[in-house]
Nanobody, 126 residues
Framework: QVQLVESGGGLVQAGDSLRLSCAASGRTFGRYAMGWFRQAPGKEREFVAGINWRSDRTYYADSVKGRFTISRDNAKNTVYLQMNSLKPEDTAVYYC???????????????????WGQGTQVTVSS
């Protein structure tokens, strides 16, 4: 399993930017697709963005397309989520996750992921 630790959350104003980081342990990080999910109060956890293990393709929820960018640096065992033009509705706890299977594409379902971080809070004020 891959251990994941998120960082970079905080309180920002609408229109601001934040970059979340997710540091992974283990030398096999590069074999796994990675995803970002978020959970707002009273709502279910939802897919935000994913990146294949080869970084050849990325996937986004419609609500964040054009504003968020997922990337990874396998040399640093880290995946990032650059969030621009933040809106109050982006307020949530953000989780990174590693795919259940190695050498897989990034799924959009929680069931596609086997390792999760503890989450980092992002709050966007209006």
């Amino acid at each position: 399993q891959v251990q994941l630790v998120e960082s970079g959350g905080g309180l920002v104003q609408a229109g601001d930017s934040l970059r979340l980081s997710c540091a992974a342990s283990g030398r096999t990080f590069g074999r796994y697709a990675m995803g970002w999910f978020r959970q707002a109060p009273g709502k279910e956890r939802e897919f935000v963005a994913g990146i294949n293990w080869r970084s050849d393709r990325t996937y986004y929820a419609d609500s964040v397309k054009g504003r968020f960018t997922i990337s990874r640096d396998n040399a640093k065992n880290t995946v990032y989520l650059q969030m621009n033009s933040l809106k109050p509705e982006d307020t949530a706890v953000y989780y990174c996750a590693a795919s259940l299977l190695a050498f897989s594409v990034a799924g959009t379902s929680q069931a596609d992921y086997g390792s999760w971080g503890q989450g980092t809070q992002v709050t966007v004020s209006s």
